[in-house]
């Protein structure tokens, strides 16, 4: 089974309205966190949200939020009055394991293409 | 502050060489993560490196091996090179080596296989 999921390989969202990226994850260990990071054109990683398997607030960093539904094993990023500059990939990652074993594994990412 | 520096920044060998990839982490930082991006894909884990000492892999061969010196600084040895190492690597770096924290990323070495 894939350890994240990102169902959507390309999205176009209008200029200001909102924006969902889909993100699933699996996990057997119980202590795990959840990031995103947007990839421009240029390639450098770009740091965007963290959220731990034992927060209980849903993570915001800004017009970025993580709707993290634990049961579900789902952790979508919500991105509010999208802007131009927001065209890029978008990539959800995971970190599992403990000191001396810890993991970071990637989904395949999104394309998000921000339309004027 | 001087964020996460990788060179070269593009790199073209042939199949069977071997190459050496360099990475200067974030001042303060003492935690260095290696991923191979191939093109269209996301990032996959290579190692991480604490102190010197390797701190976790991902499910590459050995021919991939890696370093951190005293101030942090850290090498990416791949031998035997394959056309399938043509990727992005990219060379993260954060505080310490604990869940949480954020890794902040280089622009990555483009590596080229012939």
């Known amino acids: 089974a894939q350890k994240i999921t990102q169902t959507q390989p390309g999205m176009f969202v209008q200029e200001k309205e909102a924006v969902t990226l889909d993100c699933t994850y699996d996990?057997?260990?119980?202590?795990?966190?959840l990031f995103w990071y947007k990839q421009p054109s240029s390639g450098e990683m770009i740091f965007l949200i963290y959220?731990?398997?034992?927060?209980?607030q849903n993570a915001t960093e800004g017009r970025y939020s993580l709707n993290f539904q634990k049961a579900r094993k789902s952790a979508n990023l919500v991105i509010s009055a999208s802007q131009l500059g927001d065209s890029a990939m978008y990539f959800c990652?995971?970190?599992?394991?403990?000191?001396?074993?810890?993991?970071?594994?990637f989904g395949t990412g999104t394309r998000l293409t921000i339309i004027p | 502050e001087t964020g996460v520096t990788q060179s070269p920044t593009h790199l073209i060998k042939t199949r069977g060489q071997q190459v050496t990839l360099r990475c200067s982490s974030q001042?303060?930082?003492?935690?260095v993560s290696w991923y191979q991006q191939a093109l269209g894909q996301g990032p996959q884990f290579i190692f991480q490196?604490?102190?010197?000492?390797?701190?976790g892999r991902g499910n590459f061969p050995p021919r991939f091996s890696g370093l951190q010196f005293p101030n942090y600084s850290s090498e990416l040895n791949v031998n035997a090179l394959e056309l399938d190492d043509s990727a992005l690597y990219l060379c993260?770096?954060?505080?310490?080596?604990?869940?949480?924290?954020?890794?902040?990323f280089g622009p990555g070495t483009r590596l080229t296989v012939l």
């Open positions: 959220q731990g398997s034992y927060d209980q």
């Open positions: 490196y604490y102190r010197e000492e390797e701190n």
């Open positions: 990652a995971m970190r599992e394991g403990h000191f001396g074993n810890e993991k970071l594994t």
């Open positions: 001042s303060g930082h003492n935690t």
């Open positions: 996990t057997s260990d119980p202590s795990y966190g």
């Open positions: 993260a770096s954060s505080p310490v080596a604990v869940q949480g924290n954020e890794q902040f």
